[in-house]
Structure formats: C-alpha cells, structure tokens
C-alpha cells in the first residue's frame, strides 16, 4: 500500500466555490501528478510537478491551478468551481526504479467531485 | 499520435475460471508497459511492469505478456476470485521525456461471479 493521500475524498459543492483539493505522500518522491478520470474512460495528466517550486501543465486542459511549496504537498485548486469540472480526481507520485529509466507510480485513492 | 487500446471492454466470468485481457500500443518510442488494477472508488494499483526486453511477468494469480514487435500485451488471470472484480487498466510509457509520460487505456471491467 502506497503512502499517498487525498483529502477529501468525496466533495459535492455548488457552482462558483473556491475549492481546494489535497494530496500529500511521505514517500520522499520528488515528482508528482494530478490525473482526472471520468467513469469509463482513461486517465489525463492535468498537472505535474519534477520537485519543490516546479509545475507544468499537462495534456488535458484544466482550469485548475497546482502548487508545491513541500516536497510531500501537491495540492489543486479551482478558483470557481462549475458543473463542468465533476469528476474524479487522482494524485500520484513516482520514483525512479533504479537504471531502466521506469518510474513506478502510486496513486491516491482519489477525490471524487460533485459541482452542483 | 500514441494512443493503448483496451478488449473487450468489459467481462463477466464465473469465479475460478481464467481470463485473459487484451491490450494494444501505438505508443513510440516505447520504454515499458504497465497494468494497472482499479478498484471502484480507489486509485490504481501497480500489478505488473514490462520493459522492451521482458515478454512476460507474473503476480501471484496475475501473469502479464508483452510482444513489443506487434504491440500487445495481455493478461492473464488464473483461477478467479470474486476480489478480482475491477477494472484492469494498461499503461504505456514513451521514453522520450524524463518524465517517463504514461498513456493510459481505458480498462477493462472484469466481474467475477460466484
């Protein structure tokens, strides 16, 4: 079991709220990811971070916004929330398995948000 | 454009039979292949990672294959149990970033019936 974390897991909030979700890992992983998932369909990367004070968009567009002040922090934040942005949520971070250039990644449980 | 296709997209087996799961790449270059299961509501978890040079791996009840000529990969489940209702997600890798990109199929459901 991975020791990656998301808080809260399930949220249902209305259209026009600030909202923050949380994700923190103590496994020392300096890169980390936020994927959306809608049911039945692929994950996409909408955010990465390669360590402290580093993100970069990923291949989805999200009007979310990430920072990463702490190693173990690597929270997503969206200013207004809308129906739109229903959907799940996943943080994962990676380290590096030795010479092979392979990243195993873990995932957290998940954030599954309702916009109302 | 790289893109990991998933069959059948879903499954019902009775439990104690064996199944197998069918994936296929287009992603280049290519660095290792992954499947994944997810629990309803959870996260992913890692069952199997393949490099080029592996062409087959196993977890306990889990046994995964890799044809990097053709681009495919399958997995193979021995002797189900009800647990192993999920869906089984394949993962692909491109080795042309340091971030080590995955691209994700869309799963397979599988359901195991008692």
């Known amino acids: 079991e991975a020791d990656i974390y998301q808080t809260p897991r399930y949220l249902v909030i209305g259209t026009g709220k600030k909202i923050t979700l949380e994700c923190s890992q103590t496994?020392?992983?300096?890169?980390m990811y936020w994927y959306q998932q809608d049911p039945g369909m692929e994950l996409h990367l909408i955010h990465y971070?390669?360590?402290?004070?580093?993100?970069e968009k990923g291949d989805l567009s999200s009007e979310s916004t990430v920072s990463r002040i702490r190693t173990e922090h690597f929270p997503l934040t969206l200013e207004s929330a809308r129906p739109s942005h229903t959907s799940q949520y996943l943080c994962?971070?990676?380290?590096?398995?030795?010479?092979?250039?392979?990243?195993?990644?873990?995932f957290g449980p998940g954030t599954r948000l309702t916009v109302t | 454009k790289n893109q990991v296709e998933q069959s059948p997209q879903s499954l019902i087996i009775l439990e104690g039979k064996n199944c197998t799961l069918q994936c296929n790449y287009t992603v280049s270059p290519f660095s290792n292949l992954r499947w994944y299961k997810q629990d309803t509501g959870r996260g992913p978890v890692s069952l199997t990672i393949m490099t080029f040079s592996e062409n087959t791996k196993s977890n306990g009840r889990y046994t995964a294959t890799l044809d990097a000529d053709t681009k495919q990969s399958s997995l193979h489940i021995t002797a189900s149990q009800l647990s192993d209702s999920a869906s089984y997600i394949c993962?692909?890798?491109?080795?042309?970033?340091?971030?080590?990109?995955?691209?994700f199929g869309r799963g397979t459901q599988l359901t195991v019936w008692p």
């Open positions: 994962a971070s990676s380290e590096s398995l030795g010479g092979t250039g392979t990243y195993e990644q873990y």
């Open positions: 496994m020392g992983h300096d890169k």
């Open positions: 993962v692909v890798s491109d080795r042309g970033s340091t971030l080590g990109r995955l691209y």
């Open positions: 971070s390669y360590g402290v004070n580093s993100t």
